[in-house]
């Protein structure tokens, strides 16, 4: 079955301290994303790659970084510079051949403790 | 500045009825146009587009209406069943731009 597959899917974050949220997609897309939702809100974009090796800071990369080593895999790092880390993270994926019709994971909720 | 805007956060709607989620934007530049639905603790899911070239695009029971000279699209569900029950969230790109511009979503909520 191709998708896309977020882990964990519930994650928690002491004061000051990174965590990553992995994705990966056996889809062979080229293009993924990660979006953030916050309640009563629409999907804000974090972070992109069109491929691999490179990516582009979203409306709100602050506090957050990715690395896409690999086709399949984007992983995001919330880092402690993110003072507002608590919100529903989703991974997407598309063809990135100027399709926007994205492939979305199950997404990961973040809590601070 | 929100350039999508959906009006509504819920819409409660009797099954076999017809169910209409607005959404409106305030960028002319914008040409392609998506709903996706959302079940809670889920990804998004695609449910149906239109190019600005169109007025209007079907797909079974769902049909998206776009109207360009007012900025407003909408999304018609007919007839509404208890599976429609989920989040739905308009979105908008310029062509050859990756960024999908979101609304914020309407709650649906098909009663039996």
């Known amino acids: 079955d191709g998708g896309i597959t977020q882990s964990p899917k519930y994650l928690f974050r002491k004061e000051g301290q990174n965590v990553t949220l992995s994705c990966e997609q056996n889809?062979?897309?080229?293009?993924m994303y990660w979006y953030r939702q916050d309640p009563g809100q629409g999907l804000r974009l974090i972070y992109y790659?069109?491929?691999?090796?490179?990516?582009q800071k979203g409306d709100i990369a602050e506090g957050y970084s990715v690395s896409r080593e690999k086709k399949e895999s984007f992983p995001l790092t919330v880092t402690s510079a993110q003072k507002n880390p608590t919100a529903f993270y989703l991974c997407?994926?598309?063809?990135?051949?100027?399709?926007?019709?994205?492939?979305f994971g199950s997404g990961t909720q973040l809590s601070v403790l | 500045d929100q350039q999508v805007k959906q009006n509504s956060p819920s819409l409660s709607v009797q099954e076999g009825r017809i169910s209409i989620l607005n959404c409106d934007y305030t960028?002319?530049?914008?040409?392609?146009f998506l709903w996706y639905k959302k079940y809670p603790a889920e990804g998004p899911t695609f449910l149906i587009s239109?190019?600005?070239i169109k007025d209007k695009n079907e797909d079974g029971r769902f049909t998206v209406f776009l109207n360009k000279s007012a900025k407003h699209l909408s999304l018609h569900i007919v007839p509404s069943q208890p599976g429609d029950s989920a989040v739905y969230f308009c979105?908008?790109?310029?062509?050859?731009?990756?960024?999908?511009?979101w609304g914020a979503g309407t709650k649906l909520i098909i009663k039996p």
């Open positions: 997407a994926s598309s063809t990135g051949t100027g399709s926007e019709k994205l492939f």
């Open positions: 889809l062979n897309h080229d293009a």
């Open positions: 790659s069109q491929i691999v090796n490179d990516f």
């Open positions: 960028n002319s530049m914008f040409d392609y």
């Open positions: 239109i190019s600005s």
């Open positions: 979105a908008a790109s310029m062509d050859s731009n990756y960024q999908l511009i």
